[in-house]
C-alpha cells in the first residue's frame, strides 16, 4: 500500500488532471466549433469528433471511479462530483495558511479528523506546520517534560501499553487492552463497516465493543484473534423476552454462541444522550438487524429511558453479580456521570455489596456522539469527560474501591495526547468510536439516522465499503496511535503507563505560562530582587 498522503491524494490528482482536460476540451470543443464553422468549412468535422471523445473520456472515468477502484467509498457512490469535495478538504488549508487568515483549526475536530484518516492510511504522521500553542489560552492542560533526568523508556513503555489492563477481582480475570473501539449497534453501522471493525481490531490486537444492537457473526469475522464486548442496554436486543424484558437465557446462549466475547458491558446511559436511550428508525431496519435485535419492522427502535431489570443502585450491583456467575465474564458498566451524588450512592452500594463490583465503569462524557439524538439533548445532561473522569476517580478513592474497580473513558478520545491526559486524570483504558469511524472513511456528513444518506458506506451504502481495504486502515489507525502514544508520553519520564493513570501532576494548566507576560506585578517582583519563576515552581 502507498504511503497515506501520497494514497490519499493520488487519485485526487488524477481526477482533477482528467477534469480539467476534460473541462478544457469541452470549452475549446465549443469555442473551436464555432470558429470552425465560421470559417473553414473543411475542418467543420472535427468539432464533433472533439465533443464525443471528451463525452467518451468523461464516462470511461466515471466508470473507473464506481466500478474499478476500491479505495475510496465516496468515489464509488457519487462518481466524479466526489473530486470536488477532495479538493475542497485539499485546499482549504492552504486557502487558510497563505491566502486569507492564520490555521485556526489546529486540534479541532476537523484537522484531527484528518489526521486520524492519514495514520489509517498508512502516513507517518509528521507534521510541517507551528506548534499551535497558544500563549493566551487560559486553562488547558500541557504536559511536563522532562530533557536531562530521564533515559529513553521507549520499549518498556510499549510493552506496558501492550500489557493492557487486568480486570477481575473475584476470579473472573481478563487482561483487557488498553485501547479499544466504543460501542457502535449493527444497524447503525452497516455490516460491511461492524466486519472491518472487527478484522481491523483483531489484526491490531484492540478490544470492539458490539455497541447495544446485539452481537451477530459480523462482530467475529477477525477469527480467534478477535477481543469482543458484547454490549446491552436498556432494549437488552439480543437477550430479551417477547415484551422486551431481559432474558438472562439468552445472554449466556450468545455468550457460549461466540467464544470471542471476553466482556459483557451493561449500558446505563451514554454521554451524548444520557437519560436518553438508543435510537433507530424503522427505515434502517432490514430484517437480519430485526431477527438479531428481536424487534419488529413496522416502527421504530427506541430504548426505553431507564432498565427494567433493577432499580437504583442497589439493584444495579446485585444485577451485576448475578449476570458474572451465570456467565463467568467480567462485567462493565457504562455510564456518563449526570449526578455526583448518583455515583457516590453507586460507590456506596459497592461497599455495601462488595460481590456485585463492577469490573470496570465506562465514564462517557458529556462531549461523546451517537447516532441519533434531539438536538435538544447533545451535550446537556453529562459532564464532560475531564471532570467525569476525575469524579469517578476521587470517589472511588474515598471509598478504598480504586484498586478493584477499573475506570475507562470515553468521549472524543481518539488521539495519543487525548489518551494520556484522560489517563493522567483517572483512566486505566480508553475506548473510542469516533477514530475508528474516521479509519472507516466517515466524513462527518450527519446523516447516520438518515436511510441512504451517508456518503461513506459506515451508516448506510454498505455495498460500496470495501471490507478488506477498511479493515487493514483500522488496523493502521490503531497501531499508530499506540506508537504514538509511547511518543507522547515517553517525554514525561515514565517507563510505564500504568504510572501515568491518576498523577494529575504530570500536567499542568497552560495559564503558567502566563508568568512570562510581565505584568506590573512581575515586574515590580523583579526589581525587588525576587524572582518571578519562583510561583511558578511553588505550583
Known sequence: MASGKGERYRMLKLHILVLAIAWSLTLLTLIGSAIVYQSLE????????????????????????????????????YGQLASYREFKEWAKPKELDYNTEPDKRIGTSRRAQESVQASAHGDSGLESHRSGLDPDRVGALMRRTQT?????????????????????????????PLVGVSGMALGTLTRQAVSALSIGGAEAGVIVNTGEGGVATYHVEGGDACQVELQ????????????????????????????????????????AKAGHGGFLPREKIEPEYAQI??????????????????????????????????????????????????????????????????DAIQIDGGEGGTGAAYMEVFGQAA???????????????????????????????????????????????????????????????????????????????????????????????????????????EPMGLNDIAHLVGTRTQFMEMRQVKIWRMSDVHMRMALEGANPVDSLLAT
Open 42 to 77: 473543411p475542418f467543420r468535422f472535427m468539432g464533433p469528433i472533439l465533443f464525443s471523445g471528451h463525452l467518451v473520456g468523461m464516462f470511461a472515468f466515471e466508470i473507473y471511479c464506481r466500478f474499478c477502484q476500491r479505495q475510496h467509498t465516496i468515489y464509488r457512490l
Open 148 to 176: 536531562l533526568r530521564r533515559v529513553d523508556n521507549r520499549i518498556p513503555l510499549h510493552a506496558s501499553i501492550l500489557r493492557g489492563v487486568r480486570l477481575g477481582v473475584y476470579g473472573v480475570v481478563h487482561d483487557r
Open 232 to 271: 446491552f442496554g436498556t432494549g437488552y436486543f439480543g437477550c430479551r423476552t417477547l415484551v422486551g424484558g431481559f432474558d438472562l437465557e439468552k445472554l449466556v446462549a450468545l455468550v457460549a454462541r461466540f467464544p470471542q466475547i471476553v466482556s459483557i458491558q451493561i449500558k446505563g446511559s451514554q454521554g
Open 293 to 358: 435485535r428481536g424487534i419488529p419492522m413496522d416502527r421504530d427502535c427506541e430504548s426505553p429511558p431507564v432498565h427494567s431489570a433493577f432499580v437504583g443502585p442497589e439493584g444495579l450491583v446485585r444485577f451485576i453479580a448475578c449476570i458474572r456467575k451465570a456467565t463467568g465474564k467480567p462485567i462493565t458498566f457504562k455510564m456518563a456521570i449526570g449526578s455526583v451524588t448518583e455515583f457516590d450512592e453507586l460507590c456506596q452500594a459497592i461497599v455495601a455489596f462488595p460481590e456485585g463490583a463492577p
Open 383 to 489: 459532564l464532560p469527560l475531564n471532570d467525569a473522569i476525575q469524579v469517578a476517580d476521587l470517589l472511588l478513592r474515598r471509598y478504598n474501591l480504586r484498586d478493584r474497580v477499573k475506570l475507562i473513558g470515553s468521549g472524543q478520545v481518539f488521539q495519543a495526547d487525548h489518551i494520556a491526559r484522560v489517563m493522567a486524570l483517572g483512566a486505566d483504558a480508553v475506548m473510542t468510536a469516533r477514530g475508528a469511524k474516521y479509519a472507516l472513511g466517515c466524513v462527518a456528513a450527519g446523516a447516520c439516522h438518515k436511510p441512504g444518506e451517508c456518503p461513506s458506506g459506515v451508516a448506510n451504502h454498505g455495498e460500496a465499503l470495501d471490507v478488506s481495504v477498511r479493515s487493514k486502515y483500522i488496523a493502521n489507525y490503531y497501531r499508530r496511535l499506540i506508537d504514538r502514544l509511547v511518543i507522547f508520553v
